[in-house]
């Protein structure tokens, strides 16, 4: 399955919906949620703002994000 990058200026995953997510200043994505305004990952969470791209993911039973070809 082939899943585009949104720029977080471009539009918001819904509430609750499974993301990964980059921060401005990082490259490697990091797994979560979305919710409040929030990105939220295992460890924090981050405001809008502070996120570059996102996109949908699907998580296993076991919890962990599937894998997805994606370009920036």
């Known amino acids: 399955m082939y899943t585009q990058w949104v720029g977080s200026?471009?539009?918001?995953?819904?509430?609750g919906q499974p993301v990964e997510?980059?921060?401005?200043?990082?490259?490697?994505?990091?797994?979560g949620t979305?919710?409040?305004?929030?990105?939220?990952?295992?460890w924090s969470g981050y405001p809008i703002d502070r996120v570059r791209s996102w996109w949908p993911a699907e998580f296993d039973s076991c919890g962990t994000a599937l894998a997805?070809?994606?370009?920036d």
């Open 34 to 42: 979305y919710g409040g305004r929030t990105f939220h990952s295992h």
């Open 9 to 15: 200026a471009a539009g918001l995953p819904q509430e």
């Open 68 to 71: 997805y070809a994606t370009t």
């Open 21 to 31: 997510f980059v921060l401005n200043d990082r490259e490697v994505a990091m797994d």
